[in-house]
T-cell receptor, first 110, second 118 residues
Framework: GNSVTQMEGPVTLSEEAFLTINCTYT??????LFWYVQYPGEGLQLLLK?????DKGSNKGFEATYRKETTSFHLEKGSVQVSDSAVYFC?????????FGTGTRLQVFP | GAGVSQSPSNKVTEKGKDVELRCDPI?????LYWYRQSLGQGLEFLIY????????KSGLPSDRFSAERTGGSVSTLTIQRTQQEDSAVYLC????????????????FGPGTRLTVT
């Protein structure tokens, strides 16, 4: 079946630290891959996406590369800010629906 | 333009009562989705509408759950005889299937309805 596995949180970092949130997937064929973010008290927002192997999605300093050989889509940011504190969800799209990972809470302290 | 809106934002109901949750998608978006976000289960797909028809209802957890969409716009998710395990945040999303390239993949989410069954 189709599934997404992402690292459990919370991830706690100091401001300007490097961030990696791991995400791996299981799917038939070649799904599109997404990272969504949920800021405190707000709805889910698309952060970035990639639709084929070796594509790199990027937005707001975050990046993720679609790796078919390792079935991964790890989220990275070189220097996090307090305002990046949120819950991050990795997802894949199959048959017109999104299948989400469990979410990873990121806490950034000044 | 307006985003996806949902009402009510919060709903507290007694076990056994019926509830209706409403979703207003972005104007012109033909695809509409319901998801559920709960502590134990994470984010789960419930149902997908294309226009007024629902080609995928595979995520509805039981026959107490139903949804309809009228006029290709507003959708209502109904939960009958609510149980405590129905407590969750119910999210609606919409998507355009028109337009070029990658834009057609993005689902836009509403703020959710927090349902608490006591």
């Amino acid at each position: 079946g189709n599934s997404v596995t992402q690292m459990e949180g919370p991830v706690t970092l100091s401001e300007e630290a490097f961030l990696t949130i791991n995400c791996t997937y299981t799917a038939t064929g070649y799904p599109s891959l997404f990272w969504y973010v949920q800021y405190p008290g707000e709805g889910l927002q698309l952060l970035l996406k990639a639709t084929k192997a070796d594509d790199k999605g990027s937005n707001k300093g975050f990046e993720a590369t679609y790796r078919k050989e390792t079935t991964s889509f790890h989220l990275e940011k070189g220097s996090v800010q307090v305002s990046d504190s949120a819950v991050y969800f990795c997802a894949l799209s199959r048959s017109d629906k999104l299948i989400f990972g469990t979410g990873t809470r990121l806490q950034v302290f000044p | 333009g307006a985003g996806v809106s949902q009402s009510p934002s919060n709903k507290v109901t007694e076990k056994g009562k019926d509830v209706e949750l409403r979703c207003d998608p972005i104007s012109g978006h033909t695809a509409l989705y319901w998801y559920r976000q709960s502590l134990g289960q994470g984010l789960e797909f419930l149902i997908y509408f294309q226009g007024n028809s629902a080609p995928d209802k595979s995520g509805l957890p039981s026959d107490r759950f139903s949804a309809e969409r009228t006029g290709g716009s507003v959708s209502t998710l109904t939960i009958q005889r609510t149980q405590q395990e129905d407590s969750a945040v119910y999210l609606c999303a919409s998507r355009s299937i028109l337009g070029p390239g990658l834009a057609l993949h993005e689902q836009y989410f509403g703020p959710g309805t927090r349902l608490t069954v006591t």
